[in-house]
């Protein structure tokens, strides 16, 4: 259980909060780097930690993150000009670099110096990974993007997809740091998967009750679930979470890897990114294929948007005959399964009405080392660790199966599968 004043620091991002200024200390991955316009394009809108921004790319190829709206008169600059290394406001013609210093003030009298006293409020930006990057913290002193060891894959090793989910960040987050639901929630009963260590193998259902073992790193933890398989063996999983709001979920053996991003666009509302990667070889024209059907670990959308097709509005599309006959939940797809879950309760969670088991260990440890690393941050001002040592981020997910009495920690072996 967590108090109501507890509650709304934990999920309250916008400028000037409690939460939002941690979170605005990293670097913010926010689309996928095909949504992001080419130079001279129009400007594509951004809602990002409860702020309208807008995308541009200015003519020398600079990526501009800006406020939409004009300092002037607050016209959105959407609907603006993008020229000659630029965005123009279309109602009196002023002007903004990518730094938000305003330019060309047309407006005005030729010899006024008005411009030089107006800015408008600009991020920096880059691409890496496939993705585009925001910095929303003091722009004087950037920190360390984090080093994933996907940012700088060849073409045709990496896959990512952004996609929308109507309830705030961490609630949605949670349903990836909670290993015990997949034995319900995703479980198929018509079948069961011939791989046991996929998400609907026989592992899942012959232990439905997982003890939990959560080991705290510098960049967060490692949330390890430990199943019994048979009468000496343990199958244990070890996903990850990293500060503040990244998860890796261990793959069914020989899949590519795989890092999640729940990112607040407002308190209501996350972009949920999925990059899927592998090191060794180009990824397969199936499972490319699947991805972008919406299999496994993406989802799919409504063309020209980033709501899935299977949402709140829908019932998710649930098929009460196939719950009888098929599937547990009667929603196709994990990630329709898992939005359901999370999206149901509401928007905001209200998380003094919970009543906590032993499965939500890793759920009640996330949202302690959260707040403890944002109230650091208020208290000292200094830049959480994970920002200046960038290369903790260089990390996997695992799982594998050992002797019973022997702990995930205690094998060498194990611990060294999950350096990237």
């Known amino acids: 259980m967590m108090s109501v004043e507890d509650n709304e620091l934990l999920t309250r991002t916008d400028r000037k ?3 939002g200024e941690y979170v605005r200390s990293f670097w913010i991955p926010a689309m996928v780097a095909a949504e992001v316009p080419e130079r001279d394009q129009a400007p594509v809108r951004l809602r990002l930690l409860g702020e309208d921004l807008i995308v541009f790319r200015e003519t020398d190829g600079k990526l501009g993150v800006m406020d939409e709206y004009c300092p002037h008169r607050r016209a959105s600059l959407f609907f603006g000009r993008n020229e000659e290394c630029g965005i123009r406001c279309v109602y009196h013609g ?27 409020r600009a991020y920096a930006a880059r691409e890496a990974g496939g993705l585009l990057w925001v910095y ?11 080093d994933f060891e996907w940012l700088d894959l060849p073409e045709g090793h990496l896959y990512a997809s952004r996609w929308e989910q109507e309830c705030n960040s961490i609630q949605a987050m949670e349903g990836e740091l909670d290993s015990s639901h997949v034995s319900f929630l995703h479980r198929r009963i018509d079948q069961i998967d011939t791989n046991n260590q996929a998400l609907t193998g026989s592992y899942f259902q012959e232990d439905r009750s ?7 790193t510098d960049y967060g933890f490692i949330a390890a679930s430990q199943r019994n398989v048979d009468d000496n063996k343990s199958y244990w999983r070890m996903n990850q ?11 069914a053996p020989g899949s590519a890897l795989m890092t999640r991003m729940w990112v607040p666009k407002d308190d209501t509302h996350c972009w949920v990114i999925a990059v899927n990667f592998r090191r060794d070889k180009p990824l397969g024209a199936e499972e490319l294929r699947a991805w972008k059907n919406g299999e496994n670990t993406h989802r799919r959308t409504i063309p020209g948007t980033t709501i899935p097709l299977e949402n709140k509005a829908n019932d998710y599309n649930i098929d009460r005959q196939m719950q009888k006959t098929t599937s547990f939940s ?22 003094s009405l919970e009543h906590l088991g032993t499965s939500d260990i890793a759920i009640v440890k996330m949202r302690r080392r959260l707040m403890a690393e944002a109230k650091k941050f208020q208290d000292t001002g200094e830049r959480p660790l994970a920002t200046r040592e960038n290369r903790l981020y260089r990390i996997r997910a695992h799982q594998v199966v050992l002797d019973r009495e022997k702990l995930f920690h205690e094998d060498d072996g194990v611990m060294a599968a999950m350096k990237a």
């Open 241 to 251: 979470f990293l500060l503040p709001f990244y998860t890796m979920i261990t793959p």
């Open 330 to 351: 009667g929603i196709e797809g994990i990630r329709a399964q898992d939005a359901m879950v999370t999206e149901s309760p509401g928007p905001i969670v209200d998380r």
């Open 17 to 19: 909060t409690f939460m």
């Open 94 to 120: 002023w002007k903004f670099d990518i730094e938000g210093n305003c330019v060309e003030m047309p407006s005005e009298p030729p010899e006024s110096d008005y411009r030089r006293k107006v800015k408008a």
């Open 136 to 146: 929303m913290g003091d722009q004087a002193s950037l920190a360390a993007m984090p």
């Open 210 to 216: 997982p003890r939990w073992h959560v080991k705290d």
